[in-house]
């Protein structure tokens, strides 16, 4: 019983020094706009990505204010290869590969806001869902496959593979329960994912997460349930 327990708590602290671990009912707290504080998360898939669904909730106060990244994730090929970006008097642009489309919304209400954002290489066609409600389907990037090695980052705006960053372009407030699959979810299944559903993430998994925060980044409990 002492040996198994010895080997519990030697996985435990392992697993705490590389950054994985249950983030269920926290979330990243950014507390201020900087040029050097980011989380960088590591994915589980390390396929290249022909779809994909990623969701995430923020809580900020910004969204009249300036724009600001929600979601970076860069190649060595392409800094922009997923890019989840608040546009102040635009809206949201969701960007694959470059390339990047606009879903018209003036403003972010200061609450916690929950985002869900999917694409297909076989169709082009983008699916972006807001607290639960879609927003009308858009086509980008037919054919194209996202790339392998990725540099996820929260916080801030990859200009190149994992780093040049804008302070102006830094998010400031709270992200949380960041999920991502590699294929495009149903509505059914975004529906379940908003209410607080898992449905067994497998590139990046806000329970079994793997992360580096760097600058000040703090791990609070979660302001929604």
Same mark, same amino acid.
């Given at each position: 019983?002492?040996?198994?327990?010895?080997?519990?708590?030697?996985?435990?602290?392992?697993?705490?020094?590389?950054?994985?671990?249950?983030?269920?009912?926290?979330?990243?707290?950014?507390? +201020?706009?900087?040029?050097?504080?980011?989380?960088? *998360?590591?994915?589980?898939?390390? +396929? $290249?990505?022909?779809?994909?669904?990623?969701?995430?909730?923020?809580?900020?106060?910004?969204?009249?204010?300036?724009? =600001?990244?929600?979601?970076?994730?860069?190649?060595?090929?392409?800094?922009?290869?997923?890019?989840?970006?608040?546009?102040? !008097?635009?809206?949201?642009?969701?960007?694959?590969?470059? $390339?990047?489309?606009? =879903?018209?919304? *003036?403003?972010? $209400?200061?609450?916690?806001?929950?985002?869900?954002?999917?694409?297909?290489?076989?169709?082009?066609?983008?699916?972006?869902?807001?607290?639960?409600? $879609? +927003?009308?389907?858009?086509?980008?990037? +037919?054919?194209?496959?996202?790339?392998?090695?990725?540099?996820?980052?929260?916080?801030?705006?990859? !200009?190149?593979?994992?780093?040049?960053?804008?302070?102006?372009?830094?998010?400031?407030?709270?992200?949380? !329960?960041?999920?991502?699959?590699? =294929?495009?979810?149903?509505?059914?299944?975004?529906?379940?994912?908003?209410?607080?559903?898992?449905?067994?993430?497998?590139?990046?998994?806000?329970?079994?997460?793997?992360?580096?925060?760097?600058? !000040?980044?703090?791990?609070?409990?979660?302001?929604?349930?």
């Amino acid at each position: 019983m002492e040996k198994l327990l010895w080997c519990f708590l030697i996985m435990i602290s392992f697993s705490q020094a590389f950054g994985h671990e249950d983030m269920s009912k926290r979330a990243f707290v950014f507390p +201020k706009e900087s040029d050097t504080s980011y989380v960088s *998360l590591t994915a589980e898939s390390k +396929k $290249p990505l022909n779809a994909f669904t990623v969701c995430l909730h923020i809580f900020t106060a910004l969204s009249t204010s300036r724009s =600001f990244s929600i979601f970076s994730y860069a190649t060595k090929k392409n800094s922009n290869d997923i890019l989840i970006f608040w546009n102040k !008097d635009k809206g949201y642009t969701f960007g694959v590969g470059g $390339p990047e489309v606009q =879903f018209k919304v *003036l403003e972010i $209400p200061e609450a916690p806001t929950h985002i869900c954002a999917s694409w297909e290489s076989a169709t082009g066609i983008v699916e972006f869902w807001v607290d639960g409600k $879609p +927003k009308v389907r858009k086509s980008l990037q +037919k054919a194209y496959t996202v790339g392998t090695d990725a540099s996820i980052i929260l916080g801030q705006e990859q !200009d190149s593979y994992g780093g040049n960053f804008d302070a102006k372009q830094s998010f400031v407030g709270d992200i949380g !329960d960041v999920n991502m699959w590699d =294929f495009v979810l149903s509505p059914e299944q975004i529906n379940t994912v908003y209410v607080g559903g898992t449905l067994s993430p497998n590139v990046l998994n806000w329970q079994a997460l793997r992360y580096k925060a760097l600058g !000040d980044v703090f791990i609070k409990s979660q302001l929604w349930s």
